[in-house]
T-cell receptor
Framework: DAKTTQPNSMESNEEEPVHLPCNHS???????IHWYRQLPSQGPEYVIH???SNVNNRMASLAIAEDRKSSTLILHRATLRDAAVYYC?????????????FGKGTKLSVIP | NAGVTQTPKFQVLKTGQSMTLQCAQD?????MSWYRQDPGMGLRLIHY???????DQGEVPNGYNVSRSTTEDFPLRLLSAAPSQTSVYFC?????????????FGPGTRLTVL
């Protein structure tokens, strides 16, 4: 199974941009890169996903390296509500089981 | 849409007791799954289902049973609870098993086994 590597924790000041890195050097050509986040005492929630091109939505941006071996989740202006654990996950696009393999993620702290 | 709902929110069991954690979704999703999350850890897949009548094991299936008689419901049964099953349990659903689909998670059930 392709795995991802993320820093255990990061800090950001409120209203500053945050860049959360993820390495996935064994990614296959058809794996999608997903980001989820988990707020305290809640279930994970979807943030963004992409395959090859950079992606933007109302929550964040996803920058994917040209070789797809790494990606970066960008929060443009961190707020206190963005304090959460962020998971970078590879989604298998083939037939058969669909398993999101969650690692420990990156715990983001936002400093007022 | 209520999304993915789970009941109960909290549960305390004694060792050896059995119980069922309920999960329901109203999005007509084919794929449903159960995860457990231990303190400070990521989520681990217990069982999943790709449609009514079809279930399969995930990474940590021992001690748990599932069934999928309808598209909407996917209950998780603990046959004989053990302290090692103390955890937070999350149910999730998605439209299909495609790697592109978003998974929607319920709020979780916090289970303590004494």
């Amino acid at each position: 199974d392709a795995k991802t590597t993320q820093p255990n924790s990061m800090e950001s000041n409120e209203e500053e941009p945050v860049h959360l890195p993820c390495n996935h050097s064994t990614i296959s050509g058809t794996d999608y890169i997903h980001w989820y986040r988990q707020l305290p005492s809640q279930g994970p929630e979807y943030v963004i996903h992409g395959l090859t091109s950079n992606v933007n939505n109302r929550m964040a941006s996803l920058a994917i390296a040209e070789d797809r071996k790494s990606s970066t989740l960008i929060l443009h202006r961190a707020t206190l509500r963005d304090a959460a654990v962020y998971y970078c996950i590879l989604g298998y696009s083939g037939a058969g089981s669909y398993q999101l393999t969650f690692g420990k993620g990156t715990k983001l702290s936002v400093i007022p | 849409n209520a999304g993915v709902t789970q009941t109960p929110k909290f549960q305390v069991l004694k060792t050896g007791q059995s119980m069922t954690l309920q999960c329901a979704q109203d999005m007509n999703h084919e794929y449903m799954s159960w995860y457990r999350q231990d303190p400070g850890m990521g989520l681990r897949l217990i069982h999943y289902s790709v449609g009514a009548g079809i279930t399969d094991q995930g990474e940590v299936p021992n001690g748990y049973n599932v069934s999928r008689s309808t598209t909407e419901d996917f209950p998780l049964r603990l046959l004989s609870a053990a302290p090692s099953q103390t955890s937070v349990y999350f149910c999730a659903s998605s439209y299909s098993i495609s790697g592109v689909d978003t998974q929607y998670f319920g709020p979780g059930t916090r289970l303590t086994v004494l």
